[in-house]
């Protein structure tokens, strides 16, 4: 278990659903990626992502998906790739990311509570 936050600390991390909106191969990375490109809505827009998640997914299979991803990290610098957002999965029992979303469609940028 990781250390006590605040509720407040918990506050702090904006995490917004999105749709793929588009989805390719990243040979270029060290570990199997794929690039995403996902729609958070109006106010946050299309934002970029390299996600390990090669085991479950292909780049065709996510077009439309929903998915949650923190909007709020600085970008990161991946090999030749920028990523503006952290999209969020869990680990199955292999070890491969499985990604979370909703059941249900959501509007774009609706922030988790």
């Not at 407040?8 to 990243?26: N, Q, S």
């Not at 997914?57 to 090999?79: C, D, K």
């Not at 292999?94 to 979370?100: C, H, S, T, Y």
């Amino acid at each position: 278990m990781s250390d006590t936050i605040t509720f407040d600390d918990f506050l702090k991390v904006d995490i917004r659903v999105g749709t793929v909106t588009r989805a390719e191969p990243f040979p270029e990375a060290k570990k199997p990626a794929i690039k995403l490109w996902v729609d958070y809505g109006p106010g946050i827009g299309e934002r970029k992502s390299s996600a390990q998640i090669t085991a479950h997914y292909t780049p065709e299979a996510l077009i439309g998906r929903q998915v949650l991803g923190v909007v709020n990290f600085p970008p990161r610098q991946i090999g030749p790739f920028m990523s503006e957002a952290l999209v969020l999965g869990l680990h199955d029992a292999a070890g491969n990311v499985v990604l979370i979303g909703p059941d249900h469609a959501v509007p774009n940028g609706e922030k988790m509570c």
